[in-house]
């Protein structure tokens, strides 16, 4: 598989939190071709604000890894991630990133602020844009349908 492939099966998991009316955004981690992690945004449902797609992409990689070192794998993610989602990728020692729409009000991967540049003891490699046009519309849909429900 190729990167935009596993964008494409981010953006099927973040297809399935807009369905449950969450904000789309899905996360899969990969390693060695594998993947071995994903998520999905599941705030509303588990009413946590800690349950974003990375960090339960995270936790699943982990759990099947038996250990949170995740130094060899990469992450996709629809949304480029927020200052909590960065550092728990900074933690997990993640090998690099790949994100599509870029965030500019909560982004910590360049949209804000680049945690990845600061002095922390791990700099993940970041890529942005993979498949931007399709993870920023499904996001624009979402919220869109939000709106005109309101009204």
């Known amino acids: 598989m190729d990167h935009e492939e596993y964008m494409r099966r981010a953006l099927i998991l973040a297809d399935e939190a807009a369905q449950n009316r969450e904000v789309p955004v899905g996360c899969v981690i990969t390693l060695n071709g594998q993947i071995i992690g994903q998520g999905r945004n599941r705030r509303e449902a588990d009413n946590n604000a800690l349950a974003h797609a990375e960090i339960e992409a995270i936790n699943d990689a982990c759990c099947k890894l038996g250990g949170w070192r995740l130094s060899d794998c990469d992450l996709y993610v629809t949304l480029e991630p927020c200052p909590m989602c960065a550092g728990a990728i900074i933690n997990a ?43 920023s519309a499904v996001l624009k849909d979402f919220f869109k349908k939000i709106r005109e429900k309101s009204k």
């Open 93 to 135: 020692r993640i090998k690099r990133v790949f994100y599509g729409a870029r965030d500019y009000n909560f982004g910590a991967c360049g949209g804000v602020m680049n945690l990845f540049e600061e002095n922390f003891g791990h700099h993940p490699q970041l890529v942005g844009g993979v498949l931007a046009d399709e993870c």
